[in-house]
């Protein structure tokens, strides 16, 4: 396919964890992914970019080659690939708050570990070499790599190696292989990148416009618009109690002297803890909803 020098393209994971995710994100910010027969690329009805369906452990190299301007990959994907080149041909332009996992190192239950110097001479089997080779560095212990490309867990039963490294969300997988997690290497969750080469002019403000769509769900998914009526001596205490709420709006009720209506954003998640605090302030009739759309 020709590069089409018009249209921004957007690499993403084909199928895995985080395909939804990352297709969920971008029809969030008003993108309409056309679901074509062509399943290695998808078109954009309503703005003008296309997907790139990959493997993720592809989605580093197609950006810093400038293939695609921009993707979405884990951090953990993202980071093993920078350590194994010379010149860094991305840049991180957000933290998505989605597949968050964290790189662990696990042994058997039975095995003695009592920090990082336990594991001098050991064998440790992972997808991630290149991380795995930074945490022994950077803790001075001498240790032997053992790359594969996955069921990792099984080395142990197989006496590969004595331990492994691999990412763990909940941990039941390695508690199904009699694993234990002793040590935490990294912790990731996906990210937008962008290429770090020069981006043509109509490139440069599409990404621009993207982002700050992108930016914009994000402030979204977290935040609530928050109303409530209050007599004015309890002000000070309420915006105290308002998560995450920079200068909330305060309007006079009309026929009620003494008494307001707060409006604010909270940028985080309002509980009914916070609720009951801001009830016990002396405000009533609160009102919490769901924020669509936002611009930053
Ligand atoms: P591909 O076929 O694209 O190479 P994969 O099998 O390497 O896929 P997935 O298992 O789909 O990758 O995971 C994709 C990403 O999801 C991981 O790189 C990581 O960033 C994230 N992730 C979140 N939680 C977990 C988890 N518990 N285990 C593995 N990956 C996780
Ligand atoms: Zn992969």
Redesign the pocket.
Same mark, same amino acid.
């Given at each position: 396919m020709l590069v089409d020098r018009d249209r921004l393209h957007i690499a993403i994971?084909? /199928?895995? !964890?985080?395909s939804e995710l990352s297709r969920g994100l971008l029809r969030d910010a008003g993108l309409r992914i056309q679901n074509g027969k062509n399943e290695l690329t998808a078109r954009i009805e309503n703005f003008a970019a296309d997907l790139m369906f990959v !493997? $993720? $452990?592809d989605i580093p190299t197609f950006v810093s080659d400038g293939a695609c301007e921009f993707g979405i990959v =884990?951090?953990? *994907?993202l980071e093993e690939f920078a350590l194994g080149t010379e010149e860094r041909g991305f840049e991180i332009l957000a933290k998505l708050g989605f =597949? !968050?996992?964290s790189l662990r190192i696990a042994a058997p239950e039975a095995t003695a570990y009592e920090g990082p110097a336990s594991l001098a001479g050991a064998r440790i089997a992972t997808s991630y070499p290149n991380i795995v080779r930074r945490f022994l560095a950077d803790n001075g212990v001498d240790a032997t790599v053992v790359t594969m490309n996955g069921a990792v867990e099984l080395a142990p039963r197989l006496q590969i190696a004595g331990f492994i490294c691999d990412? *763990? /969300?909940?941990g039941a997988t390695l508690e199904a292989n009699g694993l234990r997690p002793v040590e935490t290497v990294l912790e /990731?969750e996906?990210v937008l990148i962008r290429t770090a080469r020069p981006l043509n002019q109509i490139h440069a403000d599409l990404g621009d416009r993207l982002l700050s769509r992108i930016e914009g769900v994000l402030a979204t998914r977290d935040s609530k618009y928050i109303m409530m009526n209050a007599p004015g001596e309890a002000l000070k205490r309420i915006t105290e109690i308002l998560p995450g709420a920079e200068a909330p709006t305060i309007i006079p009720l009309h026929g009620r002297a003494g008494h307001f209506a707060v409006h604010a954003v909270c940028q985080e998640s309002v509980f009914w803890e916070t609720l009951q605090k801001l009830k016990e302030a002396g405000a009533s009739a609160i009102l919490v909803v769901p924020i669509e759309k936002m611009m930053l």
């Open positions: 994971q084909k /199928s895995g !964890r985080l !493997r $993720d $452990d =884990g951090g953990n *994907v =597949g !968050r996992c990412l *763990v /969300s909940t /990731s996906a």
